[in-house]
């Protein structure tokens, strides 16, 4: 009788299930859109979106910016204003100042996003890279600290295996190298928010300091980056410094 019970419920459930999926299988999702303003227009045969030009176009050609990309996630109300601004990578107030004050500058110019022909609330992530040609690029600038501090953690593994010094020098030693291992990533990470490789060795670096909260933090968010569709999803603005 206990089997039958089960295997209705399991059965109930999967039934209850499907028919979610199917629901949500049903749904038509559009994404929010930019409009733009009177004063500008958007060139629909570039690979750059409306928002990502129009950013580039505000911000570009000011000496006050420093090097780095900041990340923002915003939300898009059913009625086309913004709201829940939120800097997920900082480069430096100024910096950041000015890429908020240039998206909300936008809010109720956009399109919501809709549900089936409703406007929904959605969220919105743009990546914002400001870069001067004569220090190279980002990329090779992050993988520079992110090459050092890695040497670093495993000078510090090694460290802690040390036989020709006492526990104690050996663990101080190779905590100051770990704390330098940690600035380094930081600069990475200003450089290169959400790679992967410097998420995954700022876990490992906290692991051996014995952080385990941001140890954890940082594997999660390491797992969320490798999920392709959220690569996808990513949008890159670039203003010359």
């Known amino acids: 009788m206990k089997r039958i019970i089960l295997a209705t419920c399991a059965m109930l459930i999967a039934c209850l299930s ?10 038509i999702v559009e994404s929010p859109k930019f409009n733009g303003t009177s004063s500008w ?14 950013l580039k176009y505000d ?8 090097e780095g ?3 923002v996630l915003f939300t898009i109300n ?6 829940n601004f939120t800097i997920k990578n900082s480069v430096s107030s100024a910096t950041d100042n000015a890429v908020l004050k240039s ?4 809010s109720g110019m956009w399109r ?7 406007p929904a609330q959605m969220q919105r992530e743009i990546f914002i890279s400001f870069y001067d040609p004569a220090h190279g690029t980002l990329k090779e600038q992050g993988n520079a600290n992110l090459q050092i501090a890695v040497k670093k953690y495993h000078a510090a593994v090694n460290l802690k295996n040390s036989l020709t010094l006492s526990e104690a020098r050996a663990l101080k030693k190779a905590n100051n190298k770990l704390k330098s291992a940690i600035k380094l990533l930081e600069t990475a990470e200003r450089f290169l928010p959400s790679e992967p490789s410097v998420v995954f060795w700022q876990a ?6 014995g952080n385990e909260m941001l140890k954890t933090e940082k594997l999660n968010e390491f797992e969320s980056l490798l999920d392709p569709a959220y690569q996808a999803q990513i949008e890159l603005v670039d203003i010359s410094l």
């Open 18 to 27: 499907f028919a979610q999926m199917t629901r949500l299988s049903e749904n």
């Open 41 to 54: 227009y958007y060139d629909d045969e570039s690979d750059c979106s409306a928002i990502c030009q129009y």
């Open 59 to 66: 911000l570009e050609g000011n000496a006050n910016y420093s």
């Open 69 to 71: 990309v900041v990340n």
């Open 78 to 83: 059913a009625d086309g204003t913004l709201s």
């Open 103 to 106: 998206i909300e500058s936008t």
């Open 112 to 118: 919501p996003g809709m549900v089936n022909g409703t």
């Open 204 to 209: 490992a670096t906290y692991e051996q300091v």
